[in-house]
């Protein structure tokens, strides 16, 4: 059987071709390479060798076209999922700096304002124009743009957020808290919260812990004064008549059944002095704070199964009534704690100033110690250590484990305006 003839050769063998024909195959092939894949190689009625080249490009074609028609609806699929959580997330993020009152501003390291929001821009201290895209000491007033500064670049180095208070002129003093974190290599995120309302709560409550402190210490100056006054008074007239009486008597029995009841009249009335003393420390005004320290620790080794060392280190010669009072009074109850709950065997109570003008007050002992998180149901007097000090706007911290020991630090500030007297104890005689 004969060979059909080619369109690349003769019946008789000789290389000829259909130029046309190839032209056409040929700008076919190269609209299909430049991307119209929609496009066919035509097919003649020859069935030849162009024929079955041009058939198999377009099977191959046609796959590649359904590949692609399925990676594009698969593409499209996945962009409107990413489209739905793109606009699902701008939605809830929407509604969440809708709800949240606090200022929010996107700083750059170097501290220049990129963004911000503000649920009321009331709260802001300048308009925005005046704040984005420049820098936090074109805006701030100089001490807190250098606190701002200083902020940042710690924020920079750690994962912790930085806390800065501070207070502007806005209308009327107001107190803000700023946390300031990371958002990215040089960005930063500031949330900044209107903290004025809680700042005059603290304050009034300060002022009401102090009041009642006040009041409290006055009352146990009168019950010491009765104590001492009246109460010492008729103990001691009374253990004079039941001498008297006793010297009377003949029988030797009697007597020295009265000689007993003298005795014990005798202590009791040691008690009630010593506890006139312990509601109202008149030997804080006497003899001076250290000293009345000191008395205090002696006393209490007396009293109790307990060694209390005292050192003092330098201290200004005269501290505020209202911060001796409050040292004495910490003292006073830490020692009660310490012999109470404590079964240490010593104590060690120390009295010094820092370097930052605060006197400190340090109270130690090797005890059982407690669980700090705990102390509501310790019944340890902390809740009245913290009251005190609080009004004369110092700081107490407490380092306790259960069975390492107790570390209680007062640290006061010297130059306090606490809501007690303002005259002035002297720290020794």
Same mark, same amino acid.
């Given at each position: 059987?004969?060979?059909?003839?080619?369109?690349?050769?003769?019946?008789?063998?000789?290389?000829?071709?259909?130029?046309?024909?190839?032209?056409?195959?040929?700008?076919?092939?190269?609209?299909?390479?430049?991307?119209?894949?929609?496009?066919?190689?035509?097919?003649?009625?020859?069935?030849?060798?162009?024929?079955?080249?041009?058939?198999?490009?377009?099977?191959? =074609?046609?796959?590649?076209?359904?590949?692609?028609?399925?990676? /594009?609806?698969?593409?499209?699929? /996945?962009?409107?999922?990413?489209?739905?959580?793109?606009?699902?997330?701008?939605?809830?993020?929407?509604?969440?700096?809708?709800?949240?009152?606090?200022?929010?501003?996107?700083?750059?390291?170097?501290?220049?304002?990129?963004?911000? #929001?503000?649920?009321?821009?009331?709260?802001?201290?300048?308009?925005?124009?005046?704040?984005?895209?420049? /820098?936090?000491?074109?805006?701030?007033?100089?001490?807190?743009?250098?606190?701002?500064?200083?902020?940042?670049?710690?924020?920079?180095?750690?994962? !912790?957020?930085?806390?800065?208070?501070?207070?502007?002129?806005?209308?009327?003093?107001?107190?803000?808290?700023?946390?300031?974190?990371?958002?990215?290599?040089?960005?930063?995120?500031?949330?900044?919260?209107?903290?004025?309302?809680?700042? +005059?709560?603290?304050?009034?409550?300060?002022?009401?812990?102090?009041?009642?402190?006040?009041?409290?210490?006055?009352?146990?100056?009168?019950?010491?004064?009765?104590?001492?006054?009246? =109460?010492?008074?008729?103990?001691?007239?009374?253990?004079?008549?039941?001498?008297?009486?006793?010297?009377?008597?003949?029988?030797?029995?009697?007597?020295?059944?009265?000689?007993?009841?003298?005795?014990?009249?005798?202590?009791?009335?040691? !008690?009630?002095?010593?506890?006139?003393?312990?509601?109202?420390?008149?030997?804080?005004?006497?003899?001076?704070?250290?000293?009345?320290?000191?008395?205090?620790?002696?006393?209490?080794?007396?009293?109790?199964?307990?060694?209390?060392?005292?050192?003092?280190?330098?201290?200004?010669?005269?501290?505020?009534?209202?911060?001796?009072?409050?040292?004495?009074?910490?003292?006073?109850?830490?020692? #009660?704690?310490?012999?109470?709950?404590?079964?240490?065997?010593?104590?060690?109570?120390?009295?010094?100033?820092?370097? !930052?003008?605060?006197?400190?007050?340090?109270?130690?002992?090797?005890?059982?110690?407690?669980?700090?998180?705990?102390?509501? #149901?310790?019944?340890?007097?902390?809740?009245?250590?913290?009251?005190? =000090?609080?009004?004369? /706007?110092?700081?107490?911290?407490?380092?306790?484990?259960?069975?390492?020991?107790?570390?209680?630090?007062? +640290?006061?500030?010297?130059?306090?305006?606490?809501?007690?007297?303002?005259?002035?104890?002297?720290?020794?005689?």
């Amino acid at each position: 059987m004969a060979d059909k003839a080619s369109p690349l050769t003769s019946p008789g063998g000789e290389f000829t071709f259909d130029v046309d024909r190839v032209a056409a195959f040929l700008q076919t092939v190269e609209s299909m390479a430049a991307g119209h894949i929609e496009r066919r190689l035509p097919m003649s009625p020859r069935h030849d060798a162009l024929d079955a080249i041009a058939h198999a490009i377009n099977v191959l =074609v046609g796959e590649l076209s359904w590949a692609a028609a399925r990676a /594009k609806e698969a593409q499209d699929e /996945k962009e409107a999922q990413l489209r739905a959580a793109v606009e699902n997330a701008e939605t809830r993020n929407g509604a969440i700096l809708r709800a949240i009152p606090d200022l929010m501003f996107v700083m750059l390291r170097d501290g220049t304002y990129v963004d911000y #929001h503000a649920r009321d821009p009331k709260l802001l201290f300048v308009p925005p124009s005046a704040f984005l895209g420049k /820098k936090v000491h074109e805006v701030m007033p100089p001490a807190l743009a250098s606190m701002f500064m200083d902020a940042l670049e710690r924020a920079c180095e750690t994962d !912790d957020p930085v806390v800065v208070e501070y207070e502007l002129p806005i209308e009327e003093p107001r107190h803000f808290e700023a946390r300031i974190v990371r958002a990215g290599a040089d960005r930063l995120l500031s949330i900044v919260r209107d903290v004025t309302q809680e700042k +005059r709560a603290s304050e009034m409550n300060r002022d009401l812990a102090g009041r009642l402190i006040a009041r409290q210490e006055i009352e146990r100056q009168r019950i010491a004064r009765e104590l001492h006054d009246d =109460v010492c008074q008729r103990l001691a007239l009374l253990n004079i008549d039941i001498d008297a009486v006793a010297a009377q008597v003949e029988s030797e029995q009697s007597r020295a059944r009265l000689h007993k009841l003298s005795a014990q009249t005798n202590e009791i009335a040691r !008690d009630v002095h010593h506890m006139s003393y312990e509601l109202h420390p008149s030997r804080l005004r006497i003899v001076g704070l250290g000293p009345a320290l000191q008395l205090l620790c002696r006393d209490t080794s007396k009293q109790r199964n307990l060694r209390v060392a005292f050192t003092q280190g330098p201290i200004p010669p005269t501290v505020g009534s209202d911060i001796a009072l409050c040292l004495y009074r910490i003292v006073q109850e830490a020692l #009660h704690n310490v012999a109470r709950h404590s079964h240490a065997e010593e104590a060690h109570v120390s009295l010094t100033c820092d370097e !930052d003008d605060h006197i400190v007050l340090r109270i130690e002992d090797a005890g059982v110690g407690f669980d700090p998180r705990q102390v509501q #149901h310790a019944g340890l007097g902390i809740v009245s250590m913290r009251e005190r =000090v609080t009004v004369v /706007k110092g700081q107490l911290t407490i380092d306790a484990v259960q069975g390492g020991g107790t570390q209680i630090t007062v +640290r006061i500030p010297l130059d306090c305006d606490g809501a007690g007297s303002s005259t002035e104890v002297p720290v020794s005689t």
